[in-house]
């Protein structure tokens, strides 16, 4: 079945960096896009970037152009989002998405907090 794992969220003080990875497994992975979403306390869940199969044309919500980066590594199953310039407000909960034969999956999230 579907799986999407992510890791490398945690603490980082604003200005700072973090990279996160998500392996995913189950489905032909160089054959789809993939996304990241966040959620942050009391708001929506909103799109974040988001990548071509081959790792081609990118998108990038408003709030992160320019801050982050969006990339995949199709030999390792792994889409990752480098995270530069945080923010406080970039403080959420970070998703991995496939839209796969219909249905949304979502990993199990990675919480990333800015704070000093």
């Known amino acids: 079945q579907v799986q999407l794992v992510e890791s490398g969220g945690g603490l980082a003080q604003p200005g700072g960096s973090l990279r996160l990875s998500c392996a995913a497994s189950g489905f032909p992975f160089s054959a789809y896009p993939m996304s990241w979403y966040r959620q942050a306390p009391g708001k929506e869940r909103e799109l974040v970037a988001r990548i071509t199969n081959s790792g081609g044309p990118t998108n990038y919500g408003d709030s992160v152009k320019g801050r982050f980066t969006i990339s995949r590594d199709n030999a390792k199953n792994t889409v990752y989002l480098q995270m530069d310039s945080l923010k406080p407000e970039d403080t959420a909960v970070y998703y991995c998405?496939?839209?796969?034969?219909?249905?949304?999956?979502w990993g199990q999230g990675t919480q990333v907090t800015v704070s000093s």
């Open positions: 998405f496939v839209l796969h034969t219909g249905r949304l999956y």
